[in-house]
């Protein structure tokens, strides 16, 4: 499972459950739903898997404990992240057709991209200002905020190399 996603259904199948019987995340009670002696259910709020971590998942009679199910350690995982950095952008005085510059952190090549376009396969471009990106995971409903850097290969850039003195007629003595 992904950290930052949204509340989740977690279901627990055993045998004897009663309905007293309560689900425990991290030492949580749960709200628990009795479904039969075989399976319960419960809903974990997106803010218990907002950060990477092992959660662990126990069933067990709340109040005396004598019931009670082995634990079960829950993977909870960093969510892909873009493979870009924001270098640049092309905007107009309203952000209206914005072109944001990217440089992917795999071959160094420069992209352009749009609000609504696409990036690599997993992400979409939701916003573009002259402060960050923002994109969105498009499987797992996830915002990524890329900072605008200046730390893109600056041979390509001109800030990144010096500005040739430009010679006119009034440098004349």
């Known amino acids: 499972m992904y950290a930052r996603t949204e509340d989740f259904k977690l279901d627990c199948t055993g045998d004897?459950?009663?309905s007293e019987m309560r689900i425990f995340v991290d030492g949580r009670e749960m709200p628990t739903r009795y479904v039969s002696a075989q399976q319960v259910s419960t809903t974990v709020p997106a803010a218990m898997i907002a950060s990477p971590g092992t959660r662990q998942v126990v069933v067990k009679s709340p109040s005396d404990s004598t019931a009670f199910s082995n634990?079960?350690?829950v993977s909870v995982t960093a969510p892909p992240t873009p493979n870009y950095t924001y270098i640049g952008i092309i905007g107009k005085k309203k952000y209206v057709g914005d072109?944001?510059?990217l440089q992917d952190k795999s071959n160094k090549e420069i992209i352009s991209v749009q609000r609504g376009d696409p990036l690599g396969t997993?992400?979409?471009v939701t916003?573009?200002?002259d402060r960050e990106l923002v994109v969105?995971?498009?499987?797992l409903k996830i915002k990524h905020t890329l900072a605008i850097t200046n730390e893109g290969d600056k041979s390509l850039f001109p800030q990144g190399r010096p500005t040739p003195k430009v010679a006119s007629e009034d440098d004349e003595p």
């Open 71 to 73: 634990s079960v350690n």
């Open 122 to 124: 997993r992400f979409r």
């Open 16 to 18: 004897r459950f009663t």
């Open 136 to 139: 969105v995971d498009t499987s």
């Open 127 to 129: 916003s573009i200002s």
């Open 99 to 101: 072109t944001a510059l």
